[in-house]
T-cell receptor
Framework: DAGITQSPRYKITETGRQVTLMCHQTWSHSYMFWYRQDLGHGLRLIYYSAAADITDKGEVPDGYVVSRSKTENFPLTLESATRSQTSVYFC??????????????FGPGTRLTVL | GDSVTQMEGPVTLSEEAFLTINCTYTATGYPSLFWYVQYPGEGLQLLLKATKADDKGSNKGFEATYRKETTSFHLEKGSVQVSDSAVYFCALTNTNAGKSTFGDGTTLTVKP
């Protein structure tokens, strides 16, 4: 299917475990983003990527790792999950080279609970 | 750095009421301005945008005008429906940055 997908949609894990959230887009957009959404904090940028093999920290990167070996995939890993990382995670993509390039397109989100 | 401040919620309106959600921004240069909407259980989706001063974005009966003199991009709709109940985010994207800056979101509930 065309678009941007995230998996899993729901995840429950325990403190200290490693968790990887997947994001896949079919548009070949150059930019990809990871956000977390918490009540009272709106959207906060965790990491972003301008192209394959180029990543940079956002506002709240601590405790997270990203990679981008292929343009279409941008996985987010929590190396040792903590309860404070319980949140809804959104992946997004955009392509500034296009006519509407600065619009971001969001995935459906992953609801992560860390016990 | 860039920032977006939007009206705190929640906002509760009756069906067919007039809606205004205020949004002001701070940015260098000439950013593009956006309103995104998030329906329950979904990701954000673009509602409307404006790319330069005095541009008006519109979609689904919603409108917002890019006011550079007041650094504002207020969202309006003349007659809201129950189906408009959602969280609305104001955002900006500055040139060559790729990244967007989002407001904290305003929750709108429309009652029949």
């Amino acid at each position: 299917d065309a678009g941007i997908t995230q998996s899993p949609r729901y995840k429950i894990t325990e403190t200290g475990r490693q968790v990887t959230l997947m994001c896949h887009q079919t548009w070949s957009h150059s930019y990809m983003f990871w956000y977390r959404q918490d009540l009272g904090h709106g959207l906060r940028l965790i990491y972003y990527s301008a192209a394959a093999d180029i990543t940079d920290k956002g506002e709240v990167p601590d405790g997270y790792v990203v990679s981008r070996s292929k343009t279409e995939n941008f996985p987010l890993t929590l190396e040792s999950a903590t309860r404070s990382q319980t949140s809804v995670y959104f992946c997004a993509s955009s392509d500034p080279g296009l006519a509407r390039g600065d619009t971001q397109y969001f995935g459906p989100g992953t609801r992560l609970t860390v016990l | 750095g860039d920032s977006v401040t939007q009206m705190e919620g929640p906002v509760t309106l009756s069906e067919e009421a007039f809606l205004t959600i205020n949004c002001t921004y701070t940015a260098t240069g000439y950013p593009s301005l956006f309103w995104y909407v998030q329906y329950p259980g979904e990701g954000l989706q673009l509602l409307l945008k404006a790319t330069k001063a005095d541009d008006k974005g519109s979609n689904k009966g919603f409108e917002a005008t890019y006011r550079k003199e007041t650094t504002s991009f207020h969202l309006e709709k003349g007659s809201v429906q129950v189906s408009d109940s959602a969280v609305y985010f104001c955002a900006l994207t500055n040139t060559n940055a790729g990244k967007s800056t989002f407001g904290d979101g305003t929750t709108l509930t429309v009652k029949p």
